[in-house]
């Protein structure tokens, strides 16, 4: 297994990853046609980082919480988190520049950043300490509005949450991923998973957590991840709309321009939205109707659900459509406006498939 991407810590072999077009190199997506089973192992989970992994050693680290916002000061080193009450919740996280480079295919030019395709997600369980709780032992006060989470990487990734976000359930200071100790990739050793938003609001390799009685802005909330363009009004000190809630999205498990044998298949994906649990799944393939897939259990909420339907496939090109309904009638759309950062590409697509 050959490491091609020099920021990256893991393997990250051609059967299991895709480098993205034009993407940095501390950016891989998994490829969806390698998936088994309902969890992403940590071998396989798409990695999108800012800045190359960092190497930080456990015993020398620690999580400083400060602010206004709280009655004291905390500082907290590893074992200390590992002594709090554990939890653990099974949680997707998505890059919100998922699927940028069909906003190329639909508009004819390249939104800005990695040319991701549609496997910039992955599901996990991942366990921890409540963020709610560590900021309870600081004392957050009535008057706190803003959590900043900042990240140890070169430059420090920093993107903040409201303090009703930060103190929900299941949003998490994750230290293990499907049972594993956090890999270096993906935070070790600790990092946020802010359940159904942007994959950024998931800050890895945490060192300090900020909480503001005043309204926080970093480059990653009023520059980039947010909703700018002709479509989106800015909000300032934003260039637009800065991005939260994930929105509902289906994920096939082929290769683009997939190659398959005549005769019948069964063909499968995956379905995710932030918005609430994901009701169905249609696919069409060709100019044929709508028909429902088959969806798989376990269905779990700010996770994936996934889904099967078996296809008679004849020689020659064909193309398969899918989409996606959650619980609270958010259904993928045809198009969606272009925005200057290439953000929530949701739109249906119409993946290639040949028949030999």
């Known amino acids: 297994m050959s490491n091609d991407t020099g920021g990256i810590d893991k393997p990250t072999p051609k059967a299991w990853f895709h480098v993205p077009e034009h993407g940095e190199n501390s950016n891989v997506e998994t490829r969806l046609a390698s998936l088994e089973g309902y969890l992403t192992p940590n071998s396989r989970f798409f990695v999108r980082s800012h800045n190359p992994t960092p190497r930080i050693d456990a015993s ?76 309870e032992r600081a004392g957050i006060t009535e008057a706190a509005r803003d959590v900043l989470p900042v990240g140890l990487d070169e430059k420090g990734f920093a993107r903040p949450l409201p303090v009703a976000k930060a103190m929900a359930d299941d949003t998490l200071i994750a230290l293990t991923m499907n049972g594993e100790q956090l890999p270096p990739d993906h935070g070790f050793p600790a990092r946020l998973v802010v359940s159904g938003w942007l994959g950024a609001a998931s800050i890895k390799w945490l060192g300090e957590i900020r909480v503001s009685t005043q309204a926080l802005h970093t480059h990653w909330n009023t520059r980039d991840y947010t909703l700018a363009g002709p479509d989106y009004p800015a909000q300032p000190p934003a260039d637009g709309i800065p991005i939260t809630t994930m929105p509902v999205m289906s994920v096939i498990e082929l290769d683009w321009n997939a190659e398959l044998p005549a005769g019948e298949h069964t063909l499968r994906g995956r379905a995710f939205s932030g918005e609430g649990r994901v009701c169905r799944v249609e696919y069409a393939v060709n100019d044929a109707p709508w028909r429902d897939a088959h969806l798989e259990t376990p269905n779990i909420p700010g996770a994936w659900v996934r889904w099967a339907f078996r296809w008679q496939a004849t020689p020659g090109p064909h193309v398969v459509r899918i989409r996606a309904t959650d619980e609270n009638g958010h259904v993928q759309p045809e198009s969606v406006p272009w925005n200057d950062h290439g953000c929530l590409y949701n739109a249906v697509i119409a993946h290639p498939v040949r028949v030999g």
């Open 60 to 135: 020398e680290w620690r999580l400083r919480i400060h602010g206004d916002g709280l009655s004291r000061a905390l500082e907290l080193d590893y074992a200390a988190l590992r002594a709090m009450p554990q939890v653990a919740v099974t949680r997707a996280i998505e890059c919100a520049g998922n699927a940028r480079a069909f906003f190329a295919e639909r508009y004819g030019q390249q939104a800005g950043g990695a040319q991701w395709h549609t496997g910039a997600i992955g599901v996990a369980e991942w366990s921890g300490v409540r963020l709610r709780d560590v900021l």
